[in-house]
């Protein structure tokens, strides 16, 4: 890249030699230098006025009344301050204040320098096109003719162009937005991995950004329902919203693409009061880590669950079990997900239509994310991705608890008032009236 100064006489409109070969073409209409040079106006910050030629166009293919060149002047023309600089010269002490454009020219050189610093593998041209869309255009009296595309901004400069987004495919691959990640397990480790990321901007310079606040953390409820519980149901079936169906033994359930089926020991006419339970959940996704974008998308999920279920004296119940799920995904920035085990339990009081319950929600005791991150870009522009594990276990237990009344209206029906609640602000709350035929 190459600064030229656009000259020192205030009173022209339009700059001098050489200035103009920043816009000289060749016979096919191309840029001879290419866009790599850059014309610089002198800046008084002090009057804020143009103490130099002007962005003004001297115009090569003037015909019909009408200027035919392909660019102008002031598409290369930029301000940068060149009133009292202090600089090197041949005297007593080493330096003297001077101004003027070519002031100026070194200035914008100096910023040139930084942002090769920066993005060493950005083209010249390119370069020089990111001080141009940065320049401050909010300067007294602005005009394009006048002050070109505007006043030298580096710290606009060095901040992102446009909107930044995560890349699977590298530095100049394709840009997605950032989206969260929802996790209902523990968060913490993936915000903290999530803390210093690579993003890129629209002309695909590197970033560094604090994406933790990418990673949510909060229950993944489909369904208030959820909360509800009678002795022998599946957690598995609840967290994706499937309400199955009882028949000797049996449960299966199915609702928008989710589907369920339960066997218990009691088909088998098992005796005593305990009785243990299997369960199968397919789901269209993924109960307890939900993401999309440029993170990947889960397919479908697959859970077995396990239950026993005991049946107390005077009415009381006790349920626990453990759930194993595993995750069918399309692999974006999170490269797969781990299998997921929990573990959950309630107990409970029934008698004369009154149920009482309380226990903790499925509580992750293994899972994790297994993220290949945008790093470190290269001098040549080639961007590396980091391999990590982010486990998802540990967070506390959820604790919730609920009460249902089922009051016989007659012999065929009857009205089902319910309330329940977990400890981080899901409830649900209703009254049912069901008939029979």
Known sequence: ALTVSAGNTSSLAYVQNPATFATATDAQGNLIHGG????????????????????????K????????????????YLLAPGSQVVGAANTSDSTKNMSGSSQSAAVAAGALAVINQMWPYMTPENQIQVLLRTANKNIKGYQLETHGQGLLDLDRATQPIGAVGLTTTGRTGRAQP???????????????RLSSVTVVDELQRDFTANLSGAATQRTLLRDPLALSHAPGQSWSAKLVGVHSHQFQGYAVGQTAG???????????????????????????YNPFVQYAGAWGT??????IEYDYVYRGPSGTWLQAGIASTSTQSNPGLVDRVGTMQTIHAVMGYSKSGLDLYAGIQPYLVTGALHLRLPGEVDEQGVMSYDASRV???????????????SHQVDRAS????????NETGDYRGGVTFAKHF
């Open 36 to 59: 790599r040079m850059l014309i610089v106006g002198h800046w008084n910050p002090i009057r804020e006025t143009v103490e130099s030629a002007k962005a003004g166009h001297m115009c």
């Open 61 to 76: 293919n003037y015909q019909a009344n009408v200027c035919r060149d392909r660019y102008r002047t002031s598409d290369f």
């Open 178 to 192: 950032i989206t969260p990640i929802a996790i209902s397990g523990k968060a913490s480790q993936a915000q903290a």
């Open 258 to 284: 989710n589907a369920t089926m339960s066997l218990d020991t009691g088909m088998w006419g098992s005796a005593g009061p305990g009785r243990h339970q299997v369960t199968l959940t397919q789901a269209a």
């Open 298 to 303: 889960i397919s479908n999920s697959t859970t």
């Open 391 to 405: 486990s998802l276990a540990g967070q506390r237990p959820v604790a919730y608890a609920g009460m249902n009344y």
């Open 414 to 421: 009857r009205l089902v008032f319910g309330l329940a609640g």
